[in-house]
């Protein structure tokens, strides 16, 4: 497998040095998705920071990559995770020694963790897989304090029952749509929550979105597909200053005031 150089996996230094204003930040894409030509065309318009969760190895790999080519005004933070979808063809790698060893040093340099969780909806491997998948990255977030993003589709329950397991690792729901009393139970262990493309279009959803206390709120696109698979036209990296404007209409804030919300957020859970 090429080898890249992931030194940059974590804050860039002028992030760190220059404390530069984010203005946008989208919390959970898919930038290996897209078609490459057409993303390094919208990066460079793009100002912010963008969260490049993966869904696997190579995924992680194509990830850093893209990281390591955009401009200094757009920040990209690749994560690593392995996605529900994808348990069956890694669960094995978690007992090979040679490819644990390459998955530790991801984990090690990858700022936070994701995307990982289980999917009783759409995702064809099995249960079991999922959830020992899911729990070797708990696991690791558990012992460290790393945070990580969470899927939960039509697994709610059993992925609330399993984090109890984990009560160090800082859990952050990726997209949550499930039932109410399991909400409530994230928010009172005060996991962090993503809303997204759908909020505009879910009265579900937004009621969730306005039982969140500000500190757990923070905003995504799940770009390249999750807006045109509800039927919309885009899926540009500046969809996220829509759902910035979408959101805070829904909770009667400014866009100012939204921004500043999410940036707090954001650095108190990757501080600078």
């Given amino acids: 497998m090429e080898k890249w150089n992931l030194k940059f996996i974590c804050f860039p230094?002028?992030?760190?040095?220059?404390k530069v204003?984010?203005?946008?930040i989208d919390f959970h894409t898919h930038l290996d998705f897209y078609n490459q030509t057409d993303l390094a065309a919208q990066l460079a318009e793009f100002s912010g920071t963008i969260i490049a969760a993966s869904v696997d190895e190579?995924?992680?790999?194509?990830n850093c990559e893209i990281a390591s080519h955009t401009p200094d005004h757009c920040h990209?933070?690749?994560?690593?995770?392995v996605h529900p979808n994808y348990a069956d063809e890694n669960v094995t790698f978690l007992d090979n020694p040679e490819t644990k060893k390459r998955f530790e040093k991801y984990l090690e340099q990858s700022p936070l963790i994701g995307e990982i969780g289980m999917d009783f909806c759409w995702s064809k491997c099995s249960v079991e897989n999922q959830e020992k998948v899911l729990r070797y990255f708990l696991e690791y977030c558990n012992k460290t304090a790393k945070p990580c993003v969470i899927h939960t589709k039509a697994a709610e329950q059993k992925i609330c029952d399993i984090l109890s397991d984990y009560p160090d690792a800082p859990a952050v729901i990726h997209w949550y749509d499930g039932p109410e009393n399991i909400y409530r139970e994230f928010l009172r262990r005060g996991y962090m929550q993503t809303f997204g493309v759908e909020t505009i279009r879910s009265e579900h959803l937004q009621k969730l979105l306005k039982m969140t206390p500000p500190e757990l709120l923070l905003a995504e696109t799940d770009n390249p597909?999750?807006?045109?698979?509800?039927?919309g036209t885009r899926n540009d990296v500046g969809l996220i200053e829509r759902v910035y404007n979408e959101i805070a209409g829904l909770l009667g804030m400014s866009r100012p005031a939204f921004e500043k919300l999410i940036e707090e957020n954001f650095n108190r859970i990757l501080p600078n």
């Fill in 225 to 231: 597909d999750s807006e045109p698979w509800l039927g």
């Fill in 21 to 24: 204003l984010i203005m946008l």
């Fill in 58 to 62: 190579n995924s992680f790999l194509k």
């Fill in 13 to 18: 230094l002028s992030l760190r040095e220059n």
């Fill in 76 to 81: 990209i933070i690749p994560t690593f995770g």
